[in-house]
């Protein structure tokens, strides 16, 4: 689908955007709460191995960016 150049953004995917980039947001945060010594656990008291999660956050980070990226490309 390709826009004209006058068109208005969709409403809809900016407000996803958005969300999408508050989610961003909240990983960092986490990733600032693990660097600064925060410990997590699961439900049954189990703790969650902080270096596997702070891996798994920095990938996620990554791959928002990139998306967020190609979605405001796409957006014009």
Excluded: C, H, W
Aim: charged share 30%; proline share 5%.
């Amino acid at each position: 689908m390709s826009k004209t150049p006058n068109s208005a953004p969709d409403p809809a995917a900016q407000a996803a955007l958005e969300r999408f980039k508050t989610q961003r947001v909240t990983a960092i945060y986490r990733l600032d709460l693990i660097a600064q010594g925060a410990t997590i656990s699961y439900e049954d008291g189990t703790p969650v191995d902080m270096a596997s999660e702070k891996t798994r956050l920095e990938a996620v980070v990554a791959d928002m960016d990139r998306r967020i990226a190609q979605l405001e490309r796409a957006a014009g």
